[in-house]
């Protein structure tokens, strides 16, 4: 079926967004299968469930011709194996996400924070550093939040009933800015094109431009800024955060959509 969609799709110029999850070896995992899930007593979600389907998708994009785009990529063997298929012409390209960058399976314990069941889960710290490590060399072309809001009555179930995700909006851009450029591992300038320039070129979209006629879609941020996730609650009507209690700096100021300001001084308008 994939490759089909991708010998029409590659006609009309589109990118396929695949989020590599191969049920037979995934099963019914809630976490990443290992010591923390052992110890634990939850069921492992094997990091070659998803480093499968990315071997698989990479070679039918080579077979095909087609643009091939990895979601939240989580894994350090996935990163490898993404990094020999651009090494071998294919078009594929790959985004991480805040948290497989700056959590992992350790921050699990008996609380069972339900905020930490994510799809795919969090992994080993070596798995961590290698995303990281990815971004900062251009392995990985975007970074994303995968943001899932839900409500409180939703995740205040048993662990293996709770739904995954959680909210990385209010958070991305702090934990990019304290973690990586204020470390002095990234610039500036490559956390936005990670974040505002490369998404709209896989995606085939205009660029945005700051000049007069062109429609604003921008963010505006304080890169002193300094607060605790979760204290002063959410934006968001959600509140199923990973990062809550921890202090970051950075923070929007203020944001256009479309042409209208949808935040100002902190504030949804």
Excluded at 94 to 108: G, I, W, Y
Excluded at 250 to 264: E, M, P, S
Aim: aromatic share 6%.
């Amino acid at each position: 079926m994939l490759r089909r969609c991708m010998d029409y799709g590659k006609m009309f110029g589109k990118v396929f967004m695949s989020h590599c999850q191969d049920e037979d070896l995934v099963g019914h995992g809630q976490i990443n299968e290992g010591k923390v899930s052992t110890r634990l007593a939850l069921e492992g979600w094997p990091a070659a469930g998803e480093e499968l389907q990315i071997a698989r998708d990479i070679e039918i994009a080579k077979l095909t011709g087609a643009k091939l785009h990895i979601q939240h990529i989580s894994t350090a063997h996935g990163l490898e194996i993404v990094r020999a298929g651009k090494a071998a012409g294919v078009q594929v390209t790959c985004e991480a996400t805040p948290h497989h960058m700056f959590l992992t399976e350790n921050d699990l314990d008996e609380t069972y924070n339900t905020s930490l069941k994510v799809n795919p889960p969090l992994r080993t710290e070596e798995d961590a550093e290698a995303i990281r490590q990815g971004v900062i060399d251009g392995t990985v072309d975007v970074i994303v939040t995968d943001h899932a809001p839900h409500t409180p009555w939703e995740k205040a179930r048993e662990f293996e009933l709770a739904p995954f995700g959680m909210i990385g909006l209010e958070t991305s851009l702090s934990l990019v800015l304290t973690e990586l450029v204020n470390t002095g591992k990234m610039s500036m300038g490559r956390m936005v094109e990670l974040m505002a320039i490369k998404p709209r070129e896989i995606l085939g979209l205009d660029q945005v431009q700051v000049k007069a006629g062109s429609v604003a879609d921008l963010t505006v941020f304080d890169a002193s800024a300094t607060w605790t996730v979760g204290e002063d609650g959410y934006e968001s009507r959600a509140e199923n955060s990973g990062f809550a209690g921890r202090t970051l700096t950075g923070r929007a100021t203020d944001v256009f959509v479309g042409g209208k300001q949808t935040l100002a001084d902190g504030c949804i308008c």
